[in-house]
């Protein structure tokens, strides 16, 4: 009777751990994708704005505003 219970209590503990294991693996598959799909950002250079490299990913910089010529400021 002892080891009947035994094996039911190993069998049910090997299930969780098998779970577990697959929801893992499921969640860093999940997380791999999300950033390697945050990564891929086109890199143009034409126009005003660009994508740089950083630290953090790739960020936008530039002006989307045309530049103003200092002689038409009356300044």
């Known amino acids: ?5 035994g094996r039911r209590v190993w069998r049910a503990v090997r299930t969780v751990i098998r779970v577990a294991k697959e929801t893992h693996d499921e969640q860093v598959s999940m997380w791999e994708s999300l950033l390697s799909a945050n990564r891929a950002v086109p890199q143009t250079t034409t126009g005003p704005l660009r994508w740089v490299n950083s630290l953090d990913g790739y960020r936008l910089v530039g002006s989307h505003l045309p530049a ?8």
């Open 1 to 5: 009777m002892i080891a009947w219970v």
């Open 68 to 75: 103003q010529d200092q002689s038409q400021t009356g300044s």
